[in-house]
């Protein structure tokens, strides 16, 4: 499974931005798939995670209420819906598939795409 995410540039706070990770391979319904983040100095962080059919989200309590995670089986793609943006909110992000139901570990996701950079700026 390749996957590559998208969509991060440098919006102000308050405003909203919508990640997409496009996933290769005939598996992908196979597969939990999650967001993460790192901002700079800091570890990657767990941000969001939905199940194989859509059904169950989880998200850290930071960005609870403000981000909406998705996926679309069909077009193989997973998507972050960010609102309410923060300068907090900036680092680089992630799109992970893999992992046990209600895994919130990076050690616990499989493929990793390469990420993409959201900057907000206050």
């Known amino acids: 499974v390749q996957l590559q995410a998208s969509g991060g540039g440098l919006v102000q706070a308050g405003d909203s931005l919508r990640l997409s990770c496009t996933t290769s391979g005939r598996t992908f319904s196979s597969y939990g798939m999650g967001w993460f983040r790192q901002a700079a100095g800091k570890e990657r962080e767990f941000v969001a995670r939905?199940?194989?059919?859509?059904?169950?989200?989880y998200y850290a309590d930071s960005v609870k209420g403000r981000f909406t995670i998705s996926r679309d089986n069909a077009e193989n793609k997973v998507y972050l819906q960010m609102n309410s943006l923060k300068p907090e909110d900036t680092a680089v992000y992630y799109c992970a598939a893999g992992g046990p139901p209600g895994s919130r570990q990076s050690y616990a996701y499989v493929y990793w795409g390469l990420g993409t950079l959201v900057t907000v700026s206050s």
């Open positions: 939905i199940n194989r059919n859509g059904g169950t989200t």
